[in-house]
């Protein structure tokens, strides 16, 4: 597994996302890496993500796909060109299929494959699961941020 973070590569400006920003303190700030060809992340819930006593807000999960879809594909589109400075990407598309109810006691592991690399438009493959068994899958189309977005 990479040692450094997909999300702590982000410049200063691009930092502050709900889901991932490691500037946001009252985020989740999730952290993704790669192993081996896919990716992984992992987060516990805390009892603000919950549904129903015992059970995680499936929000939560969408997030959780949705920032590591985009992180994913940042880190994908930087190994495919590494001499280029860090790619920032945005969601243009999630889709997520909630399977079990996930307890909000136990981690959670996200795992990411990259589907699909172009220039401007990644797809992301992401399951979510807990204590072994899958709760989500889902998947992300990111497109690299619109210059328009930077301020």
Not at 10 to 35: F, M, V
Not at 44 to 53: C, D, F, T, V, Y
Request: hydrophobic share 40%.
């Amino acid at each position: 597994m990479s040692e450094i973070a997909f999300q702590d590569n982000y410049p200063d400006e691009l930092s502050h996302c709900y889901g991932c920003g490691r500037l946001n303190p009252d985020g989740l700030q999730l952290k993704s890496y790669w192993d081996g060809d896919e990716t992984v992340a992992r987060f516990r819930p805390r009892s603000a993500h919950m549904a129903i006593p015992g059970y995680v807000y499936g929000g939560l999960l969408a997030s959780l796909i949705d920032c590591h879809g985009t992180g994913s594909a940042s880190a994908a589109a930087g190994r495919a060109r590494p001499d280029e400075a860090p790619f920032r990407f945005v969601t243009a598309s999630l889709h997520v299929n909630y399977l079990r109810p996930t307890p909000i006691d136990a981690e959670l592991e996200i795992r990411g494959v990259i589907k699909e690399l172009k220039e401007k438009k990644v797809v992301v493959s992401a399951t979510v699961s807990a204590e072994g068994k899958l709760c989500a899958t889902g998947e992300v189309v990111a497109v690299r941020m619109p210059e328009n977005m930077l301020r």
